[in-house]
C-alpha cells in the first residue's frame, strides 16, 4: 500500500507537530482512496483538541459536526487521522502505535504519527528501509510513518501494517 503525501500535507503535518510540541498534535486526513494507495489531499489540525504529552482528546460534540461539514465536499473522504509522538526528557519519540493508537483506529482508515525530536544534527529528508520518511528542519527531527489494516481488516493479531510513504516534496527534488 502506498500513501501519497503532497507538498501542502507535508507542510500542515510538520507544521501542526511543532506547534504544539512536548504536546501530542491531532488532526483529521482528507482525500481519497483506491484500492492500492491513499492519496491525501489535505491534513487538518484540531483546534480544540485537549492535549497532554502522550495523548489527546477530541470532544464528541466536535468530532460530529466536522464529520457533517465533510460530508459538502464531495470530492474528499475522511480517511483517518494524524497525530505526533514527543521527545520526553532524554527519552526520543518513535512512530510505534500505542495499543490506544490501535483500538481507536477504524479498519479502512489510514493513521499517520510524526515523531518529533529535537535535532542532534542535521539530516536530509530520506526513505527509510520500514517505508517511513524522515529528516530534519530546524532544530527539529521528524519522522513519519503511515499504518493500514491489509484489506480494510485487522489481522489475526490486530495490528495494521506500515505503507509506502510517498512524498516528493519531502524526498526527492525541491
Excluded at 74 to 80: A, E, N, S, Y
Excluded at 93 to 100: E, I, N, Q, W, Y
Amino acid at each position: 500500500m502506498q500513501i501519497y503525501l503532497n507538498e501542502n500535507v507535508f507542510v500542515g503535518l510538520v507544521l501542526s507537530a511543532v506547534e504544539v510540541y512536548k504536546k501530542e498534535c491531532f488532526g483529521l486526513l482528507l482525500g481519497y482512496r483506491t484500492s492500492e494507495k491513499y492519496i491525501v489531499e489535505h491534513a487538518i489540525p484540531y483546534q480544540s483538541v485537549k492535549r497532554g504529552h502522550n495523548w489527546t482528546e477530541l470532544r464528541s460534540d466536535k468530532w460530529k459536526i466536522i464529520q457533517e461539514i465533510v460530508k459538502s465536499f464531495p470530492k474528499l473522504d475522511m480517511i483517518g487521522d494524524f497525530h505526533s509522538h514527543t521527545m520526553y526528557r532524554d527519552v526520543r519519540a518513535r512512530v510505534s502505535l500505542s495499543a490506544d493508537d490501535i483500538d481507536y483506529m477504524e479498519p479502512h482508515d489510514l493513521q499517520i504519527v510524526i515523531a518529533v525530536n529535537e535535532n542532534r544534527r542535521s539530516r536530509p529528508w530520506t526513505v527509510n528501509f520500514d517505508h517511513t520518511i524522515s529528516g530534519s528542519v530546524d532544530r527539529f527531527h521528524f519522522k513519519l510513518a503511515a499504518y493500514f489494516f491489509e484489506n480494510g481488516h485487522r489481522n489475526g493479531n490486530g495490528r495494521p501494517r506500515l505503507a509506502e510513504i510517498v512524498c516528493p516534496f519531502a524526498v526527492g527534488t525541491r
